[in-house]
């Protein structure tokens, strides 16, 4: 037989039923008779056994496919470990971008602060010269190979 095929006329061993000790009440308890609960009858017709080798299948089934999600899923550890390194990574470099940005602001206070600073910025960088001045270009001789 399969395990997806019902056995009813496979003989079963008989559990005993388990009786409570308070009275009159009785309690229902797995393997017991439906003979004295005919409204159970048409709930448990239709069970099917499965064999040991499938729930051990699908129990590992299950256990892995948890270890999939907490791991490797999109919200798992392995992707939260990297936005983390992420994160760590744009915090430095927003550091690096405010303390660059400071020495610009400052750069730009000396600059409207003093009128000599702005002179000297473009004769340096930029070549600027007044009417009159006279540059010298100093050409050092190239190496002979």
């Known amino acids: 037989m399969r395990y997806w ?12 039923r388990k009786v409570s000790s308070g009275g009159s009440r009785r309690s229902i308890t797995s ?14 017709q239709h069970q099917a056994e499965i064999s040991v080798g499938f729930q051990k299948f699908f129990f590992f089934l299950a256990i892995a496919s948890l270890l999939y999600v907490f791991i ?5 550890t392995i992707s939260i ?7 760590a990574m744009l915090a430095e470099n927003l550091a690096i971008l405010v303390s660059d940005t400071e020495k610009l602001q ?14 000297q910025l473009g004769r340096e960088r930029y070549g ?3 009417p009159g ?5 100093i050409i050092y001789p190239q190496k002979l190979k």
């Open 72 to 76: 490797f899923g999109e919200a798992g």
């Open 5 to 16: 095929q019902s056995d009813r006329n496979r003989p079963r061993k008989r559990k005993k």
């Open 128 to 130: 600027y010269i007044y």
């Open 106 to 119: 400052k750069e730009i206070n000396s600059l409207k602060d003093e009128p000599f600073k702005m002179e």
């Open 81 to 87: 470990l990297a936005l983390k390194q992420e994160k």
């Open 133 to 137: 001045d006279r540059v010298y270009k």
């Open 31 to 44: 393997g017991g008779s439906l003979r004295n609960y005919p409204f159970l009858r048409s709930f448990y």
